[in-house]
């Protein structure tokens, strides 16, 4: 498994090597352009603590709330001031009020449709990151949480007029229109630990650091670390294949997913990654699957 991903490494390199010229020879989309960049130009995992949310809030620094649960849940309980837009089609119609010079913090229930719903808004033009661990495992874990909460719903704001490339809106238009269709691109662990079993045509993709890959991975996985220029990497990916992407927790699995499925790629996150003890007991490891090194 070792050589797998020394072998991924090594073209990831020759391809970035090489990125100039291929930028320069190969006519990309507006869509592939943006899409590349998200990893060429990221400054960070784009996902950020709720406690960092609080206190951006609290020093009444400029920013945007977005809860993408359910209608139901948002009027449940959400942050105040925060706005709904389920993850799916309502996502796409969003586009016409979201801001595009501050931040957009979003929320969903665990970290992972938040970080596919991140990965688009990003590749639209939206300055977004998401909310680690969302609602359940992270705003609501957060010291001081209660005083932010309100049943009081926040109406969406007037149109910002930003203008988007049509291929790029097309491309988000339909990401978020299969949503209520097809499911939210998340297998659980049970789920895809059957599929390998049985068999089935399925690459795993683990985003995970170098050093974590090796000291234990899913059998047959390869390794693209989740790092500035990984979408090199994505090269060596058939598009006849269906991946399973994880991460830790799968926050940032989430994002890969957004922008392999942008690219054209059958990819989906698995349900809590790898497993941390946030996520217990969900995960791969904390359901007891095999890992070899």
């Not at 490891?285 to 070899?292: D, L, Q």
């Amino acid at each position: 498994m070792k050589k797998i991903r020394i072998a991924v490494l090594v073209m990831a390199a020759l391809l970035l090597s090489n990125l100039a010229v291929t930028a320069q020879s190969t006519k990309m989309t507006p869509l592939e352009k943006a899409a590349m960049a998200y990893f060429a130009d990221f400054p960070s995992s784009r996902v950020i603590p709720a406690s960092k949310v609080f206190a951006s809030i609290d020093a009444k620094e400029k920013l945007f709330l977005l809860d993408i649960r359910t209608a139901a849940d948002y009027e449940k309980g959400h942050l105040k001031g925060a706005v709904n837009a389920p993850f799916g089609p309502a996502l796409t119609a969003a586009l016409a009020w979201l801001p595009d010079a501050v931040p957009v913090y979003v929320n969903c229930y665990t970290g992972q449709t938040a970080g596919q719903a991140v990965a688009v808004l990003v590749v639209a033009g939206i300055n977004a990151q998401s909310i680690q661990y969302g609602w359940n495992l992270g705003i609501t874990k957060t010291e001081g949480y209660e005083a932010r909460v309100t049943t009081t719903a926040t109406p969406a704001p007037e149109k910002t007029g930003m203008k988007i490339d049509p291929s790029i809106m097309t491309a988000v238009e339909a990401y978020f229109a299969a949503i209520p269709t097809k499911g939210n691109n998340i297998w659980a662990a049970d789920k895809i630990k059957a599929a390998l079993d049985a068999k089935q045509d399925l690459l795993v993709v683990s985003v995970q650091q170098a050093k974590d890959y090796d000291a234990g991975h899913i059998a047959g996985s390869i390794n693209i670390p989740f790092v500035k220029g990984m979408q090199t990497g994505f090269a060596q990916l058939p598009k006849n294949k269906t991946f399973v992407v994880h991460c830790y927790s799968g926050q940032t699995a989430g994002q890969v997913v957004g922008i392999l499925r942008l690219l054209g790629y059958d990819a989906v996150s698995m349900k809590s990654g790898m497993g941390t003890p946030v996520t217990a007991p969900s995960g791969w490891v904390n359901e007891g699957f095999p890992v070899v090194k």
